[in-house]
């Protein structure tokens, strides 16, 4: 069986982490597979060390434009008929174009498109609902020329799956190879951040987060709400792993609120899961999520975690878990906050017992019983 995985960059992010992991799973597995991508050096680099060939699609681009949809569309198709693929399986939005790429081939392989997020369809999404009807009718079209449509997060699904229009679909957690991560552990991981940051962060109660600056991740909710953080517990400070279109913006917040001192931008890092021991607790206060890969790497890293109620949040950490907090609300951030400020081991614990859920090898295992049955 041969497989191609299409994402629209090849940057740092949880999307491209879930391509790469599941290439090499399947390659592991004995099947053939090969990525498309767009701009970005991390994805193809990672591909490269593990002799996964790879396609560099420069139509593909991150902002949507009608000129280069048409040029994806095009560029898709010419790589498709040069290969014969058996699954094409597209991985954002803007990739979903591709399914007319395939629909147009004489020989059509079949097509599976993953869903990880509803982004503009999400209902904390706020935008005009002319963009919301827009969106609607773009997934409601291209939508029909993919064989399969699969959700990481059941919430998703659910709220997908009332409004009628997408068909054929499946709910696949990610998954990771616990085996494949290798932590710094939390001494090592501090003092590289007292390092980058010029800080000293030994008897900080280090608050710590993994994400693109953008609105998604809403990231301007911890920079708001610092002081508050500060006043209850003095010895907070705050660390983002990342970067993205708000950091000059968030940069100059923080300036402009006379926190840098205590709250860091540190920029994107290579195998960024690597440091996070170094966090008393890792945070993600996120508009809308599918299910994120940061999450279930603090999960695989033995660290509470205090997120936001969206999306496949609960999915991970549980509902009943206190480690979800209202969104957009500060008075309950806190307050769950103090919860594990005061007790961290009690969080760990629970959470130790979360990982089989999210098992690279049962991931993989759903995908390549899913190709198969589509390949019939």
């Given amino acids: 069986m041969k497989i191609l995985l299409v994402i629209t960059k090849s940057e740092i992010g949880g999307a491209q982490v879930f391509v790469l992991n599941l290439a090499r799973a399947l390659q592991q597995a004995g099947l053939y597979v090969e990525v498309a991508a767009g701009e970005g050096n991390f994805l193809f ?61 004489k020989k059509k392989p079949r097509t599976l498109f993953t869903f990880h997020g509803l982004s503009l369809l999400d209902k904390n999404y706020k935008t005009s609902r002319t963009i919301k009807f827009l969106a609607k009718v773009y997934f409601r079209f291209f939508l029909q020329f993919v064989d399969k449509t699969v959700f990481v997060s059941k919430l998703n699904f659910d709220e997908s799956n009332e409004s009628g229009f997408i068909r054929n679909i499946e709910v696949i957690y990610n998954g990771l190879d616990e085996k494949e991560m290798s932590f710094l552990c939390k001494d090592e991981a501090r003092k590289y951040f007292c390092d980058k940051c010029g800080t000293d962060f030994s008897d900080s109660f280090l608050i710590g987060s993994t994400g693109r600056l953008a609105y998604q991740k809403n990231y301007e909710f911890l920079i708001n709400n610092f002081s508050l953080i500060k006043e209850k517990i003095p010895e907070a400070k705050i660390i983002i792993i990342g970067e993205g279109p708000n950091y000059d913006m968030f940069s100059k917040k923080i300036c402009t609120l ?20 170094a966090f008393d607790v890792f945070t993600l206060p996120s508009r809308y999520e599918g299910l994120s890969i940061s999450l279930i790497e603090a999960i695989f890293a033995d660290i509470p975690i205090l997120a936001s109620d969206v999306g496949g949040n609960s999915e991970i950490v549980g509902n009943g878990s206190n480690q979800l907090f209202r969104l957009d609300d500060p008075i309950d951030y806190v307050l769950k906050l103090l919860e594990i400020h005061k007790d961290r081991n009690r969080f760990i614990e629970s959470n130790s017992k979360l990982k089989g859920n999210f098992s690279i090898d049962k991931m993989v295992r759903s995908y390549r019983k899913l190709y198969e049955i589509m390949v019939g």
Wanted: aromatic content about 18%.
């Fill in 258 to 277: 006379g926190i840098a001192n205590d709250f860091f931008l540190v920029g994107p890092i290579k195998e960024s899961y690597r440091y996070i021991k």
């Fill in 45 to 105: 680099e990672e591909l490269q060390k593990h002799n996964i060939s790879y396609h560099y699609l420069n139509s593909l681009k991150r902002d949507f434009s009608v000129l280069n949809s048409f040029y994806f569309i095009f560029d898709l198709h010419r790589l498709l008929k040069r290969n014969n693929y058996d699954i094409v399986h597209l991985n954002s939005s803007n990739t979903l174009f591709g399914a007319i790429s395939t629909y147009l081939l």
